[in-house]
């Protein structure tokens, strides 16, 4: 097994903000969509 160098430990413990987190609006029109498809699908299968 080959060793961790200090720099492969040091970009693991480094945090920077993810992508969630500097995209929040994609995140909801994601959120939006996935409610609309489910509530489409659902009264789909009502009918």
Do not use: D, Y
Not at 2 to 18: D, F, G, Y
């Amino acid at each position: 097994m080959a060793p961790i160098t200090t720099r492969t430990i040091h970009q693991l413990v480094k945090r920077r903000k993810n992508w969630a987190a500097r995209e929040a609006g994609v995140i909801v029109v994601f959120c939006i969509v996935f409610l609309v498809a489910t509530g489409l699908i659902g009264l789909f299968l009502t009918l």
